[in-house]
DNA sequence: GCTCAATTGTTATAACATTACATTTCTTAC
DNA sequence: GTAAGAAATGTAATGTTATAACAATTGAGC
């Protein structure tokens, strides 16, 4: 059993059935788009969603090794980098680390509540969150590309255990 | 002449008044609070400041050797951590460098909008901003510590200049 | 099956950051 | 003024994250 199960913020579903999930969503999303879900960049996905917590490319790449994969570097940040590129995976620029995208569909710029106890971290899909700071880069006349937001802080659990 | 001079964003004030006020500032503020403002400290503080764009911290090495000083990097970085810790200067994570605060007196947390074209970063200073992330995070019963907001995109000279 | 483009492999290295311990410099109490 | 302890800095080594450059392989469409 899970200690951190009885979480409702950092654990809103059943983890198993969310990987499985996330991965249904990223082939069906990458048939639509014509992209190529490589075995390689399959792995990658699968292993970030695997994770309870943003895990780092170096991370991924022991990963790998475990499996007999003799994989180098660059293989690992390819496959990253594709994955953002289709909104599969988010960095959290904070932790140097990733976390699979929780709405893929929608090609958004996410924020994460990420807790300096337990490591996990919770996107933040607020929409008007997204729109205010949109807005408030267009009073500034910037035209935004993307968008890094990361709080930093303690999560319910890991506040009321203490 | 500097080329950016009349961009109203990303040039609010003269450059050389504003690197002296900002060091004004610091040591007033470090004399108010007991801290040591070393010689190290003060010329990573400059250097940061004279650099029109966030800085890194090699970068601010190689000008410690140019004068010089022949500083090794946990120099630098325990002069950044420093000067972090007192809010004189912000990391900004997407970039892996890092920027003088604006209004280090208030303790806050920052956004930026980073232009991808000119590299230069304007510090969103909105107060109504962090309350609405607090406030936000609040509803997650989330305990905020720190923020990282960082906006890339287009500055209105680069788009402009398109 | 051939061709071109996309993907992956491989080697090396760049860029960013920290650990651990020695030395020096400051501050404070005497 | 000076001794003791704390704070800051020097120094060497290494850890961590990420990319460049080029070769080899694979896959899709003809």
Redesign the interface.
């Known amino acids: 059993m899970n200690s951190q199960s009885d979480n409702a ?1 950092f654990q809103q579903h059943n983890h198993a059935s969310c990987i499985h999930d996330a991965l249904i969503t990223a082939k069906k999303l990458c048939k639509e788009r014509g992209l190529r879900l490589t075995d390689t960049r399959l792995r990658v996905l699968e292993l970030i969603w695997q994770s309870h917590k943003p895990i780092g490319a170096y991370d991924i790449l022991a990963q790998f090794g475990q499996e007999g994969r003799n994989s180098a570097p660059p293989t690992v940040y390819r496959a990253l980098e594709f994955l953002q590129e289709n909104g599969l995976v988010h960095r959290i ?2 932790l140097n680390a990733f976390m699979g995208c929780v709405c893929p569909q929608e090609g958004h710029q996410g924020g994460f ?1 990420i ?2 106890q337990c490591k996990r971290a ?1 996107e ?1 899909t ?1 929409d008007t ?1 997204r729109k ?2 949109l807005s ?2 267009q009073e ?17 659990t890991c ?1 009321t255990a203490q």
């Open positions: 913020v620029a904070s509540l807790c300096k919770q933040i607020e969150l205010q700071l408030l880069a500034q006349d910037f035209e935004v590309e993307s968008m890094t937001l990361e709080i930093s802080g303690l999560c319910t506040r």
